[in-house]
């Protein structure tokens, strides 16, 4: 059955146009200043949302990510509120792709089949969880699949055609490029480098719909230099 993730890029396909996919913290810097946030993203133009679980040991994150996650951890943000956010989000609006994204531990604490319910319950539509690795597809990654939601691969400058089959074989959704290496904002892509990787990605014999960690004007390069070679979003 097809997502709201897979509706959404078959529409963006139809239209001819890349995703807008945004990113902001739940519950920073407050819960109800959040919610607000993320209500007013569809109108602003966003294709699809990726709300941050705020955790601790954010190690994958920039400056920026981290000081966001410390600003919602103090107000006392927790994975329980998060799930609250989502399920108000969805009371005004059903057709906005969701998605979580952050770090295992938290969903560990929680309990993997309690997050797997509450999160189907209030509306999250695929999980982006940066520290868990194929080989720990069992973990989280398949029953996650079998829950009904996406589960969104991280492929990287260091993820070689070696590596990358592994990273496609349980993706579902899309596949999130991680334009650099290193944290968050540590560098500034190469636009000729990024597009010529999702390329490399979306040629491959499981077709996936490339979206990349950019800045706007690096977007509009990458589009443009791979315009031609669109795809279809993954099925689980």
Not at 47 to 69: H, N, R, W
Not at 139 to 164: H, V
């Amino acid at each position: 059955m097809a997502t709201r993730i897979d509706r959404r890029f078959a529409e963006l396909k139809t239209a001819g146009r890349a995703a807008l996919v945004t990113f902001l913290t739940a519950g920073d810097p407050d819960p109800e200043t959040s919610l607000a946030l993320v209500r007013a993203l569809p109108a602003a133009g966003a294709d699809v949302i990726e709300l941050g679980m705020p955790f601790t040991d954010p190690m994958a994150d920039g400056p920026a990510i981290q000081m966001s996650s410390q600003r919602a951890l103090k107000a006392g943000q927790t994975l329980k509120k998060t799930l609250e956010l989502v399920r108000a989000f969805r009371i005004t609006d059903d057709g906005t792709p969701l998605v979580l994204m952050g770090y295992y531990n938290p969903i560990y604490v929680y309990g993997v089949d309690r997050f797997l319910r509450d999160a189907t319950s209030a509306g999250v539509d695929g999980l982006i969880i940066v520290d868990l690795p194929p080989e720990e597809d069992e973990e989280l990654c398949l029953p996650a699949l079998k829950a009904g939601l996406n589960f969104i691969r991280l492929a990287t400058p260091t993820t070689d055609d070696k590596r990358l089959p592994a990273v496609l074989a349980n993706t579902s959704g899309f596949v999130y490029y991680v334009s650099i290496t290193g944290i968050t904002g540590a560098a500034t892509p190469d636009p000729g480098k990024v597009a010529a990787a999702v390329a490399r990605i979306k040629a491959t014999e499981k077709t996936v719909s490339g979206v990349v960690n950019l800045v706007a004007e690096l977007a509009r390069g990458v589009r443009g230099a791979s315009a031609d070679k669109s795809t279809q979003s993954a099925q689980a």
